[in-house]
């Protein structure tokens, strides 16, 4: 069984469009993020959510908006979908909010084209 | 602007030599320190977490801390191929700054049969 799961592992879109991407865990952790990792294998924190409220919300273009429906989901969804948004996108979650221990998804690899 | 810096490497080493990573970080008050492993393609596992100065062991793991100095370092005894991957080092902010985990740039690892 996965422990967290994303969809869709590559999404390949054009400039402009609108995009979601969905994120599962069945650890039970309460606490979710979304990271970038840029193709300097930087990665880096997006958005936190502990139990369905939004804890971390970094300077992210606000075409970007996470909505977590239950503690065990965590959607990403993109508006007008720029070049610069190529990355994969990574889910995690934890158990307590800002717990270094962080359990990764396989990832969302993105193409703007 | 809080960093956490690391050698990108590669770092190449012979079959059973011991691996030297090493990390170090600008936030004096941060508490909890973490190795994260990356495989080519896949997505971040955590292998060692370190939250007191001096050395913590698991398995051919050895994770030191000295936060006197700001460094963190991971020793991988009896190095494997199989160890062959980046790795992360992370740092959580401190509890009253909060909650994100930094990450570094990480340090390729490439062990040679």
């Known amino acids: 069984d996965t422990a967290v799961s994303q969809t869709p592992k590559y999404l390949v879109t054009q400039m402009g469009n609108d995009k979601s991407i969905k994120c599962e865990q069945n650890?039970?952790?309460?606490?979710m993020y979304w990271y970038k990792q840029d193709s300097k294998k930087f990665l880096k924190i997006m958005f936190s959510?502990?139990?369905?409220?939004?804890?971390i919300n970094e300077t992210v273009p606000n075409r970007f908006s996470p909505k977590s429906p239950d503690k065990a989901h965590l959607n990403l969804h993109i508006n007008s979908l720029e070049l610069g948004d190529s990355a994969v996108y990574f889910c995690?979650?934890?158990?307590?909010?800002?717990?270094?221990?962080?359990?990764f998804g396989p990832g969302t690899r993105l193409t703007v084209t | 602007q809080k960093e956490v810096e690391q050698n990108s490497g590669p770092l190449s080493v012979p079959e059973g030599a011991i691996a030297s990573l090493n990390c170090t970080y600008s936030?004096?008050?941060?508490?909890?320190f973490f190795w994260y492993r990356q495989y080519s393609g896949k997505s971040p596992e955590l292998i060692m977490s370190?939250?007191?100065?001096g050395d913590k062991e698991d398995g051919r793991f050895t994770a030191q801390l000295n936060k006197a100095s700001q460094y963190v370092s991971l020793l991988i005894r009896d190095s494997q191929p199989s160890d062959s991957a980046t790795y992360l080092c992370?740092?959580?902010?401190?509890?009253?700054?909060?909650?994100?985990?930094?990450f570094g740039s990480g340090t390729r690892l490439l062990v040679r049969p």
């Open positions: 995690a979650s934890s158990q307590g909010e800002g717990s270094g221990e962080q359990y």
């Open positions: 650890l039970g952790h309460d606490t």
């Open positions: 959510y502990n139990n369905k409220e939004l804890i």
């Open positions: 936030d004096r008050g941060s508490q909890s």
């Open positions: 370190i939250y007191s100065n």
């Open positions: 992370a740092v959580r902010e401190p509890v009253d700054s909060s909650y994100k985990l930094i």
